[in-house]
């Protein structure tokens, strides 16, 4: 279930026409874990959106052209209707990424997931218990979901370990990708930590230092792109960043976001419908408007094509939105020193 070839051009009309591509539905703020670098300022939150409201929201993205639908939270399974919301999303045609911690995974879930054809993403912290354990907060964690993770295996389904590093488990990219190839899994390391969605910057404190990330990132493996990627022309002819403009984060409160942490919302879908909330924002348009030619001082750096500069960074760390982010910097100094160094 990879994105296709022609994904490139597709994102560029996505970009210029204002269509939503991709959205991230988080069902719940619910989760069994305490991750130690969790954005969830609040897991007692309670779920906004009824299955109602979520399967015409699902009616409504079909309509706009959302292509690519994320189920997260939160923890999606503890919604009793995450089958139903899955189902449904597979029926109209969603290309369906489902992000779990994999620990409430049973058969019955498992054969499910196969049948709809699901994308799973599962949370893998480190290849042993102790380290494990010590990320999720959870005892018992790690041999939990190991062997979720060995049953969605057996029932066929796509997984996938995605691997967040912090300073808690430095040795989890060498120990996790190991552990994937034994598996026959997928898996994908990340080195961006981000701030809690209410603003607190206290996640940022488990951020790998900088000349860590050297030995960890390898250019497009960071989810940017080198100027000679054909995505490096969305940067080129704007608009710079796809929040707001063919991406949205659904809150599990209903609010309509341009990402996951950037501050603010353009509107609840409990009041309105999300085509009017995507069209109608004069919030959203604003971020739609902004081009490389705003932004102050990286407007002429040679690394902003792989930097991964993110407008909510760049403000709740550096408090400027059109201004330099710290921690994009840093990990374009390690993307280049790695790639200067022909590793």
């Not at 779990?100 to 912290?125: P, W």
């Not at 879908?269 to 924002?281: A, M, V």
């Amino acid at each position: 279930m990879s994105r296709p070839g022609a994904f490139p051009e597709l994102v560029l009309r996505a970009a210029r026409e204002h269509i939503p591509l991709d959205v991230s539905l988080e069902l719940t703020n619910r989760c069994n874990f305490r991750c130690a670098h969790c954005y969830i300022p609040d897991f007692d939150a309670p779920d906004g959106l009824s299955t109602e409201r979520v399967l015409e929201l699902l009616d409504e993205l079909t309509s706009m052209g959302t292509l690519f639908l994320a189920l997260t939270g939160g923890e999606p399974l503890l919604r009793d209707d995450w089958a139903e919301i899955a189902r449904r999303a597979r029926e109209l045609g969603f290309h369906v990424l489902l992000l779990t911690n994999g620990a409430l995974i049973d058969g019955a879930a498992a054969a499910l997931m196969a049948e709809l054809r699901l994308q799973v993403r599962v949370s893998f912290h480190a290849g042993d218990p102790e380290t494990f354990d010590r990320v999720t907060g959870r005892p018992g964690s790690f041999d939990r979901v190991l062997d979720r993770v060995r049953l969605l295996v057996r029932h066929g389904v796509d997984v996938e370990l995605t691997v967040p590093v912090t300073s808690l488990n430095r040795g989890a990219p060498a120990t996790v990708t190991a552990m994937a190839g034994h598996l026959g899994v997928g898996v994908t390391v990340y080195t961006s930590i981000l701030p809690s969605k209410d603003g607190t910057l206290g996640p940022l404190q488990l951020r790998l230092p900088g000349e860590e990330l050297t030995a960890l990132v390898d250019g497009p493996a960071t989810g940017c792109h080198p100027p000679e990627d054909d995505c490096a022309e969305i940067l080129r002819e704007g608009p710079l960043c796809a929040a707001g403009v063919r991406y949205a984060a659904i809150s599990a409160s209903g609010e309509v976001r341009a990402c996951t942490v950037l501050p603010g919302a353009a509107g609840n879908l409990n009041e309105r419908s999300f085509r009017e909330i995507w069209d109608g924002s004069p919030w959203l348009q604003s971020l739609r408007s902004i081009t490389v030619r705003d932004l102050k001082g990286c407007s002429t750096c040679s690394k902003l094509t792989y930097c991964g500069r993110c407008h909510a960074l760049a403000l709740l760390e550096d408090g400027d939105l059109l201004g330099p982010s710290r921690s994009a910097c840093k990990l374009a100094e390690a993307i280049e020193h790695r790639r200067l160094r022909g590793t």
